[in-house]
């Protein structure tokens, strides 16, 4: 069965961290992008970060220097590694499969979200 299950959503104070993974299963990353999006109450869904085959990442300005897709130990888990939580990121988050190795394609598959709420 294709699937992405997002996990390591939670609670935590403002300029904290948190790190997300997403395994997949019955399909490998490898010749696809990745990404993450979210969406907050009330808000248009915003993409946030992406990771094509070769490794390249890009962010969107809301997010860029404080959160990273780093190297997952685990093969064929993504992950998105947030510091300096700002009450504004409180949000449900999405890994995401592209539907074609490029940042600009669409997505095609996407788990069922975890919820991060930053508050003091």
């Known amino acids: 069965q294709v699937q992405l299950v997002e996990s390591g959503g939670g609670l935590v104070q403002p300029g904290g961290s948190l790190r997300l993974s997403c395994p997949a299963s019955?399909?490998?990353?490898?010749?696809?992008?990745m990404g993450w999006f979210r969406r907050a109450p009330g808000k248009k869904r915003e993409a946030i970060s992406c990771l094509t085959s070769d490794g390249s990442a890009a962010y969107a300005d809301s997010v860029k220097g404080r959160f990273t897709i780093p190297r997952g130990n685990a093969k064929n888990t993504m992950y998105l590694q947030m510091n300096s939580l700002k009450p504004e990121d409180t949000a449900i988050y999405y890994c995401?499969?592209?539907?074609?190795?490029?940042?600009?394609?669409?997505?095609?598959?996407w788990g069922q979200g975890t919820q991060v709420t930053v508050s003091s």
């Open positions: 995401a499969h592209y539907d074609k190795d490029t940042c600009k394609s669409e997505y095609d598959l």
């Open positions: 019955g399909f490998t990353f490898d010749d696809y992008a």
